[in-house]
């Protein structure tokens, strides 16, 4: 009996483990455990923009739209409710812009907010950003209808100019051989003796002269005849090429391809319209996916309150300590300083100062020089294979400025040298860690200041 009880305990106990596991890993890969910071832009036009759409921010995926407000009027404009993951927030300043982005030509849209510069002011929570209206696709076609337009009468007239061109030059040489042929005549003459030009020929020295004379015009004829064979040849190729016709039929087939583009633009409208046509009990799509999304968030509310419990229940609390932390996404600066595994003194750390890695161009905003890329490479290096398999955080130092501004500089430091890591090494986002600490390194290390950035390579805490 005693033993069949301990395999039941051990049985049920094994069930809760894994469920707890699941909820867990579920719960960390749909960033159930992050934090959130929430904004609104307003809209003429959504452009397909739709409740669900994904949010990036810098082109980083940073949220999703959770809700848009119809506007009461025409002259309103759309209310868009965003929410986004509270490590961006450094990056998202007063002056950042917020713009609709498609996926490719035809893909699916997305909503895209560019960074503001380090001189303004961080986005208090709840603010609304300044929008940018999108380009319709069907007034891009409408400009090129117009292009194709003006450069199908502009080839048609010069066409005319050609032709007209072609007639001038063969009247100017037929007069040319005209007077060739008159000046043939009166060298003739000459030579033979008639008229008081023939009688200067008695004179040897004049007689050669003349003869000079004679060969140059000659000569001079002799280029004219060639010339205006190369013209007539030239406006012979042109006509039997038929150049003008080839250019019209170039034109109606970029004509044709406008013309299916706009069946190919009508089809998609139609398509769009009839997905979000109500269903048979008259609800509409946007209706049926509020409500589809309604119960996917109270369903991760209650799974992050239950991961919350849990991960202070006295059973499973060796296990997220094993684990080293509950989410690497996001460090909150006073816990990092507080907690044993990320002060612990005995883990590798590499320092690097800012002015070996970043560069400030002319609005203000850092980024890696090729310097500082290979700093960092050999600084990896240095860690061998542990940068792997072995979780890091990066550490963003910046002592200029007020409290706002090293916070701001320091967690875009962070991020940047993170992305640089992910994206060189191939390294795991989940092992990837990122945290702002100002100027003041945690307690227990070999420095009390810094200027830049540190590089830790975490050591699993023991139970």
């Given at each position: 009996?005693?033993?069949?009880?301990?395999?039941v305990?051990?049985?049920?106990?094994?069930?809760?483990?894994?469920?707890?596991?699941?909820?867990?890993?579920?719960?960390?890969?749909h960033?159930?455990?992050?934090?959130?910071?929430?904004?609104?832009?307003?809209?003429?036009?959504?452009?397909?923009?739709t409740?669900?759409?994904?949010?990036?921010?810098?082109?980083?995926?940073?949220?999703?739209?959770?809700?848009?407000?119809?506007?009461?009027?025409?002259?309103?404009?759309?209310?868009?409710?965003?929410?986004?993951?509270?490590?961006?927030?450094?990056?998202?300043?007063?002056?950042?812009v917020?713009?609709i982005g498609?996926?490719?030509?035809?893909?699916?849209?997305?909503?895209?907010?560019?960074?503001?510069?380090?001189?303004?002011?961080?986005?208090s929570?709840?603010?609304?950003?300044?929008?940018?209206?999108?380009?319709?696709l069907a007034?891009?076609?409408?400009?090129?209808?117009g292009?194709?337009?003006?450069?199908?009468?502009?080839?048609k007239?010069?066409n005319?100019?050609?032709?007209?061109?072609?007639?001038?030059?063969?009247?100017t040489?037929?007069?040319?051989?005209s007077?060739?042929?008159?000046?043939?005549?009166v060298?003739?003459g000459?030579?033979?003796?008639?008229?008081?030009?023939?009688?200067?020929?008695r004179?040897?020295?004049?007689?050669?002269?003349?003869?000079?004379?004679?060969?140059?015009?000659?000569?001079?004829?002799?280029?004219?005849?060639h010339?205006?064979g190369?013209?007539?040849?030239?406006?012979?190729?042109i006509?039997?090429?038929?150049?003008?016709?080839?250019?019209?039929?170039?034109l109606?087939?970029?004509?044709?391809?406008?013309?299916?583009?706009?069946?190919?633009?009508?089809?998609?409208?139609?398509?769009?319209?009839?997905?979000?046509?109500?269903?048979?009990q008259?609800?509409?799509?946007?209706?049926?996916?509020?409500?589809?999304?309604?119960?996917?968030?109270?369903?991760?509310?209650?799974?992050?309150?239950?991961?919350?419990?849990?991960?202070?229940n006295?059973?499973?609390?060796?296990?997220?300590?094993h684990?080293?932390?509950?989410?690497?996404?996001?460090?909150?600066?006073?816990?990092?300083?507080?907690?044993?595994?990320?002060?612990?003194?005995?883990?590798?750390?590499?320092?690097?100062?800012?002015?070996?890695?970043?560069?400030?161009?002319?609005?203000?905003?850092?980024?890696?020089?090729?310097?500082?890329?290979?700093?960092?490479?050999?600084?990896?290096?240095?860690?061998?294979?542990?940068?792997?398999?072995?979780?890091?955080?990066?550490?963003?130092y910046?002592?200029?400025?007020?409290?706002?501004?090293?916070?701001?500089?320091?967690e875009?430091?962070?991020?940047?040298?993170?992305?640089?890591?992910?994206?060189?090494?191939?390294?795991?986002?989940?092992?990837?860690?990122?945290?702002?600490?100002?100027s003041?390194?945690?307690?227990?290390?070999?420095?009390?200041?810094?200027?830049?950035?540190c590089?830790?390579?975490?050591?699993?805490?023991?139970?």
């Amino acid at each position: 009996m005693k033993n069949r009880n301990l395999i039941v305990g051990l049985f049920v106990l094994a069930g809760l483990t894994l469920f707890t596991v699941g909820l867990f890993m579920i719960g960390n890969r749909h960033e159930a455990f992050s934090r959130h910071i929430e904004y609104y832009a307003e809209f003429t036009d959504l452009s397909g923009l739709t409740k669900g759409s994904k949010v990036q921010v810098a082109g980083m995926d940073a949220g999703q739209i959770i809700d848009i407000a119809i506007p009461p009027t025409p002259s309103s404009k759309f209310r868009v409710h965003i929410r986004i993951n509270d490590t961006l927030h450094g990056l998202v300043r007063t002056d950042s812009v917020a713009t609709i982005g498609t996926e490719g030509v035809v893909g699916n849209t997305f909503l895209l907010i560019h960074p503001g510069s380090p001189q303004a002011s961080a986005a208090s929570p709840g603010a609304t950003l300044t929008s940018k209206e999108p380009t319709e696709l069907a007034d891009l076609l409408d400009q090129g209808k117009g292009v194709l337009t003006d450069v199908d009468v502009t080839v048609k007239n010069a066409n005319g100019l050609l032709t007209s061109v072609g007639g001038n030059l063969n009247s100017t040489l037929t007069g040319v051989r005209s007077t060739v042929g008159n000046v043939n005549d009166v060298v003739v003459g000459i030579k033979e003796g008639r008229g008081p030009a023939g009688m200067l020929l008695r004179d040897p020295e004049l007689t050669t002269q003349i003869r000079h004379v004679v060969s140059n015009t000659e000569q001079a004829t002799a280029n004219l005849n060639h010339a205006s064979g190369q013209v007539d040849a030239l406006v012979s190729n042109i006509q039997s090429r038929q150049l003008p016709q080839k250019i019209d039929d170039t034109l109606g087939s970029a004509k044709n391809a406008v013309s299916n583009l706009d069946a190919t633009s009508l089809q998609l409208r139609q398509t769009i319209a009839e997905a979000t046509a109500p269903d048979v009990q008259g609800v509409t799509a946007g209706a049926n996916i509020r409500e589809s999304l309604s119960n996917v968030n109270a369903a991760t509310g209650n799974m992050a309150d239950g991961s919350e419990a849990l991960k202070h229940n006295f059973l499973l609390r060796g296990f997220f300590l094993h684990r080293g932390y509950y989410n690497l996404a996001h460090l909150s600066p006073d816990q990092y300083r507080k907690d044993r595994l990320f002060a612990n003194p005995t883990n590798p750390r590499e320092w690097l100062a800012g002015d070996q890695l970043f560069a400030v161009d002319a609005n203000g905003i850092e980024s890696l020089t090729v310097q500082g890329k290979k700093a960092l490479d050999d600084a990896a290096m240095q860690f061998g294979d542990a940068i792997l398999s072995t979780p890091l955080v990066i550490e963003g130092y910046s002592g200029s400025g007020d409290s706002a501004e090293q916070s701001a500089r320091s967690e875009s430091r962070a991020l940047i040298v993170r992305a640089y890591l992910e994206s060189r090494f191939h390294l795991n986002a989940g092992n990837l860690g990122a945290v702002s600490l100002r100027s003041s390194p945690p307690p227990n290390v070999d420095r009390s200041r810094w200027d830049g950035i540190c590089i830790v390579v975490l050591k699993p805490a023991r139970k």
